[in-house]
C-alpha cells in the first residue's frame, strides 16, 4: 500500500499466471490499463484491491466485470466510479461475491438498486459513506435481497446492536448515570 510502484512495474504481474491475490491499494501511479492487462492475463485472479486509486473509472471496473471470470473479490473504496461501475459488476460478472465501494461519493440508490437486482452472485455490498445512497432504500433491498449484506454506518450499527441482544446483553434501563 502506497509504495513507490508504478503501472510500469504492476504491469510485469502479468507474467504471474497463477496470481490469486492482488493489493493494488493507494498505488498513486496506477492507470487503468495496467489494472484491465492484470485482470486479462492473470486468469486465476480472485481479489482485487484497487481501494484508494483515484484514477481507477467506469471503464475499468467493466473490464474487470467482463475479463475477471475468477474474480470473488473487488474492493473499490474512494475509486473514481458511478452507477455504471456497480450496474456492469451486476450485468457481466457471475462470479463476483463481495464488492466494496465505500466512500464512492458517485454512487446513488440507482446502482446498489441494480447490482443487488442483477448480479446472481453478490453477498456483500460495501455502501459506506455513499452519501447519495438513502438508507431508506438500502432498508428495502435489506429486505427484498436477503442473502446480500449491505453494509452502511446504519445496517452496521444494527447487525452489531442485534448481535449483542443474542449473546445476552440488555441496555441499562435505570436513570442512574
Not at 447490482?115 to 456483500?124: D, E, N, P, V
Amino acid at each position: 500500500m502506497g509504495c513507490p510502484v508504478t503501472s510500469q512495474g504492476v504491469i510485469h504481474l502479468t507474467a504471474l499466471r497463477n496470481l490469486n491475490v492482488l493489493d493494488l491499494r493507494h498505488i498513486s501511479e496506477l492507470n487503468n490499463e495496467t489494472v484491465m492487462e492484470v485482470v486479462r492475463k492473470c486468469r486465476n485472479l480472485s481479489s482485487l484491491n484497487l481501494c484508494l486509486n483515484w484514477s481507477i473509472n467506469d471503464r475499468c471496473v467493466e473490464i474487470i466485470a467482463k475479463e475477471g471470470r475468477s474474480l470473488k473479490e473487488l474492493y473499490l473504496v474512494s475509486c473514481k466510479i458511478t452507477d455504471h461501475a456497480l450496474i456492469a459488476i451486476g450485468q457481466y460478472s457471475s462470479t463476483i461475491e463481495t464488492v466494496d465501494a465505500g466512500w464512492c461519493k458517485d454512487i446513488t440508490d440507482q446502482g446498489a438498486t441494480q447490482i443487488a437486482q442483477s448480479s446472481k452472485s453478490l453477498r456483500y455490498l460495501g455502501l459506506m459513506r455513499c452519501d447519495k445512497v438513502n438508507e431508506e432504500t438500502v432498508e428495502r433491498l435489506v429486505v427484498q435481497y436477503p442473502h446480500i449484506v449491505f453494509s452502511t454506518v446504519m445496517q452496521d450499527c444494527k447487525r452489531t446492536l442485534e448481535r449483542a441482544y443474542q449473546m445476552g446483553w440488555s441496555p441499562n434501563t435505570s436513570n442512574t448515570s
